[in-house]
T-cell receptor, first 111, second 114 residues
Framework: DGGITQSPKYLFRKEGQNVTLSCEQN?????MYWYRQDPGQGLRLIYY???????QKGDIAEGYSVSREKKESFPLTVTSAQKNPTAFYLC??????????FGPGTRLTVL | DQQVKQNSPSLSVQEGRISILNCDYT??????FLWYKKYPAEGPTFLIS?????DKNEDGRFTVFLNKSAKHLSLHIVPSQPGDSAVYFC?????????????FGKGTKLSVIP
């Protein structure tokens, strides 16, 4: 089955800790994206990558980092510099110019 | 400043009637528009899209209308079904410079009442 997987579904982190969210796709898509959703808000773009070994900052990149070493994988690290990390995180992928397909999301809670 | 606006946070419709969800945008460079449907604690699923060279696109019960001069698009669902109850996000894209970033509205929560 082709699709996008995100793990874990729920994640808890203590303040001051870095945490990495996983995103894998087997759709052979070139582009991958990370979004954040807060209650009552739309999806805001954190980072995106159009090809392997290249990525660009989105609208709210501060406090986050990414890597794109493989076409299938685009992990997101939420660092201790992110002031308000509690949110629902969504990963997406697409062929260039087509609609984005989303994973099931990871809910991160900072304790 | 919000470039994509969904001014109605919520909408209630009787089953079988038409649901109309609205979306306004400010950036005239947007050339492709999409609607996504989202259930709680799940990722959005793509519903329907429209290119700026068209004014209407239809897929089954779902029709999207685009009015470029008014910078307005709408999603019509006919007939509405209880399973359509979800949050609907409007998104817009500017394809310039090879970037395919989407800008999302804040969403409209649709409730279809049986």
């Amino acid at each position: 089955d082709g699709g996008i997987t995100q793990s874990p579904k729920y994640l808890f982190r203590k303040e001051g800790q870095n945490v990495t969210l996983s995103c894998e796709q087997n759709l052979n898509h070139d582009a991958m994206y990370w979004y954040r959703q807060d209650p009552g808000q739309g999806l805001r773009l954190i980072y995106y990558s159009q090809i392997v070994n290249d990525f660009q900052k989105g609208d709210i990149a501060e406090g986050y980092s990414v890597s794109r070493e493989k076409k299938e994988s685009f992990p997101l690290t939420v660092t201790s510099a992110q002031k308000n990390p509690t949110a629902f995180y969504l990963c997406a992928s697409s062929h260039r110019g087509t609609e984005q397909f989303f994973g099931p999301g990871t809910r991160l809670t900072v304790l | 400043d919000q470039q994509v606006k969904q001014n109605s946070p919520s909408l209630s419709v009787q089953e079988g009637r038409i649901s109309i969800l609205n979306c306004d945008y400010t950036n005239s460079m947007f050339d492709y528009f999409l609607w996504y449907k989202k259930y709680p604690a799940e990722g959005p699923t793509f519903l329907i899209s429209i290119s700026s060279i068209k004014d209407k696109n239809e897929d089954g019960r779902f029709t999207v209308f685009l009015n470029k001069s008014a910078k307005h698009l709408s999603l019509h669902i006919v007939p509405s079904q209880p399973g359509d109850s979800a949050v609907y996000f409007c998104a817009a894209r500017y394809s310039g410079a090879g970037s395919y970033q989407l800008t999302f509205g804040k969403g409209t929560k649709l409730s279809v009442i049986p």
